[in-house]
């Protein structure tokens, strides 16, 4: 018990110093360095760029960071992540050059749903061009002699409009947006499913 309870204690103190360390590489394709990091007093990410004389670039505050919200780099950019007990998202930033700004390119999505795994599923949004593409499963209690399973709803694809969002207008409220459209099309494609099923 004692070394279980120090374990948690120090993955705790990992991925809080983890969440707070800078990102430093070449963000802006100019062969300098930059750097992304979470300001855990202002709750902001805050992106300095050599293209812009190291000027502190800074979104909106992001009210529901926590230790599990961290930065994380890709291939063509970086991305925050955000994890809670049962689930998470990820927003990908990419440099423009064009317009000499940070903008979101792609959010991704899981949840584990509840203890029947209802709601559990992956999904993942280009906001270049619009594609989303999820996987969902719903808990169906009458299935199975009304012993209740889990069932996959068809990969949902399905083309949406994004408006651009910027590193500077990003906050929370910009997944959360995201979210709200999509329960309509999951909603949709989870009907559909069950009366497929009850078709049969």
Known sequence: MKKLLMLMI???????????????????????KDTV???QKALQIV????TQKFKKL??????????????????NGFELRNNWMRAGYA???????GEKRIRVIGITEYALGNAANDGSGEASANLLTGDYIGNWNYFDH?????????VKI??????????KIYLEQFSEESYFSYQTQLEDIVEKHKTAEKNRRAKK
């Open 154 to 163: 068809p990969t949902i694809k399905t083309k949406m409009k994004f408006s």
């Open 37 to 39: 990091y979470i300001d």
């Open 10 to 32: 120090m993955l705790g103190a990992y991925i809080s110093v983890f969440g707070q360390e800078k990102l430093v590489k070449d963000l802006d394709f100019d062969g300098k």
């Open 58 to 75: 800074r979104s909106k505050t992001i009210e529901m960071s926590s230790d599990n919200t961290y930065i994380k780099s890709t291939r």
């Open 142 to 150: 009458l299935a199975n002699n009304e012993n209740g399973e889990l």
């Open 91 to 97: 927003c990908q930033f990419r440099y423009e050059k």
């Open 47 to 50: 992106c300095r760029l050599s």
